[in-house]
C-alpha cells in the first residue's frame, strides 16, 4: 500500500552531526546521544543504530519501553534511562542490563530487594528543580550504595536550566558549582563514579568545562540547534562546526482543483481566494501533528515553489494555494525539508506555532515511517 506521507531522515546527515560532536569533545569523553521520544521523531530504532555506527558510544532512552524496544532490536550497547523507571519495572530493566539515572530514595530500596547486580547514576539537584537528589539528602543514596556490593555507581549528573536560551553562562556556572560540591562529597565518602555528566547539545558545543568524561547530546544529533544564542556562541568558538538537519516530511497531491477569486476555503471559511487560480489537496492533518495553528499561516513546497497554506488545517487534510505553480495529481510535497532552492525549516515552523524545533518533529504522529535513506 502507497504511503501518502512519509518521513525520509538521512544517514548521512546524521552521521555527519555524531561526527561533529565527536571530534569537538575528543577521545577521552564519551558520546551518549538521546534518542528519547522516538529520537525526537527521528525514528528510535533507525537512529540509534546510525550512531552507534557513527561512533556514539552510549544511548540515552527516556523510558524503559524505550530502552525495551532497542534491546529487542538487537541494540546491545550500554543505554542509560534518564526519566523515571517505575518500581514495578526495576527487574526486567535490570535483566535488560539497562542503566537506571535515580533520584528516589524508594528505587534503591526496591534495587536492594530485588538484589541484581545494576549500574546507577544518580541525578543530582543544582538548580533546575525538576528529577534531582537535594545536596543535603544526598549521604542517604551515598550510605545505601555502600552498604550493597551489588549497587554499582557507575555515574552522577545533572541537567542544566538555562544555557540555551541565553548567551550569558553566569547560571550554568552556578549549577556547576553545585554539582561539583555534591561530586567531592560522593568521593570523600568513599564512591568513585566512573562518569560524571551534565552537558546537553547547547553545553557540549559552548562549555568545555561540562564536558568532565561523558556528554548527552540531543536535538543537536538531528542536526538543528538547540537555539539561536548557542548558533552565535558556537560561532565564536568554532566556525567550522556544522550540523546538517536529517528529517524531510513529504506528502502527496491528492487533488487539484480551480477555485473562482473570492470563494471561501475550508472550515470556518477563514480563507478567501484572492484570484481565480486553483488549491491542492493535501492528506495531511492535526492527527498527524500538523498543527492546527498552521492555519492559514504557513506553506508547502511543490515542485520547488511555496504554497501557502489556504484555510484551517483539519483532521487528515490541508489545503495549499497553487496558483501559477504547475501541480499534477500525485506530485511531490514537502512539508519539512529541502525541494529545489527551496527550503522549510523546524525553526521556520516552530515561527509559524510559537513554539521550538524540539517540538516540530518529536511530536509527528508515530505511524507515520521513517524511511532511512
Known sequence: MQELTRIEISKSALEHNIKAFKQHIGDDVIL?????ANAYGHGLVGAAQVFLDAGA?????????????LREAGIKAPILIIGYTPLADLTEMIDLDVELL?????????????????????????????QGILYEDLPQFIDLIKNNDFITLNGVSTHFANIEDTEDQEYARYQLENFNKAITLIEEQG????FKHCANSAATMILPEAHFNFVRTGVSNYGMWPSA??????????????????????TTVAQVKQVK????????????????????ILPVGYYDNYSRLHSNN????????????????????????????????????????????EEITAEEIAEWTQTINYEVTT??????PRIFI
Not at 513546497?301 to 495549499?320: D, E, H, S, Y
Open 363 to 368: 511530536r509527528i504522529n508515530e505511524r507515520i
Open 57 to 69: 558510544d552510549y544511548l540515552c532512552v527516556n523510558a524503559p519501553f524505550e530502552a525495551k524496544v
Open 298 to 341: 504557513g506553506a508547502a513546497l511543490i515542485n520547488g515553489k511555496r504554497a501557502p497554506i489556504a484555510g484551517r488545517i483539519c483532521m487528515n487534510i490541508m489545503m495549499v494555494n497553487v496558483t501559477g505553480i504547475d501541480v499534477s495529481l500525485e506530485d511531490e510535497a514537502i512539508l519539512l525539508g529541502k525541494q529545489g532552492d
Open 32 to 36: 551518549a546521544p538521546a534518542v528519547k
Open 261 to 280: 477569486k473570492g470563494e471561501k476555503i475550508g472550515y470556518g471559511c477563514t480563507y478567501e481566494m484572492p484570484e481565480d487560480g486553483q488549491i491542492a
Open 102 to 130: 535515580v533520584y528516589n530514595l524508594e528505587t534503591l530500596e526496591k534495587i536492594v530487594e530485588i538484589g541484581k547486580e545494576v549500574k546507577v547514576h544518580l541525578k543530582i539537584e543544582t538548580g533546575n528543580n525538576r
Open 229 to 250: 544564542e548557542t548558533q552565535r556562541s558556537m560561532n565564536g568558538i568554532d566556525e567550522g562546526f556544522t550540523l546538517k538537519p536529517a528529517m524531510t516530511w513529504k
Open 191 to 194: 564512591l568513585s563514579p566512573k
